[in-house]
């Protein structure tokens, strides 16, 4: 389970290289990438399941993590914006802060 924290880690230098060059969309997926990997890390440590999709991942925090639910689902709702739409630094730094919050939430569980 330590390389979905790896795979999480990389996903957030990717997003801070990313918004240093002004990319805001590519910052935003990146961001979103390394917080459902971190709800993955999470859900399995709790309740020793890896979701297999976005679908479950969102079922399995409805039911026994509403509280992170809530938060990634909003951020769900914007990561997809960045499909067609111009998004802006302000929305890869709020993936970015939960990133981190989240990131150091499951820390200070372990």
């Known amino acids: 389970m330590e390389e979905l924290l790896k795979n999480a880690e990389e996903f957030l230098l990717s997003g801070e290289e ?45 039911k026994y993590f509403i509280e992170i639910y809530n938060k990634v689902s909003g951020f769900f709702q914007l990561y997809t914006k960045s499909y067609n739409l111009r998004l802006k630094k302000e929305d890869a730094e709020k993936l970015k802060s939960y990133a981190h919050e989240l990131k150091n939430y499951i820390r200070n569980k372990k």
């Open 18 to 62: 990313n918004i240093k060059k002004e990319r805001f969309n590519v910052a935003v997926s990146d961001f979103f990438k390394a917080i459902v990997i971190l709800c993955d890390y999470f859900i399995y440590n709790e309740i020793k399941i890896i979701p297999k999709n976005h679908s479950e991942r969102f079922s399995l925090l409805q």
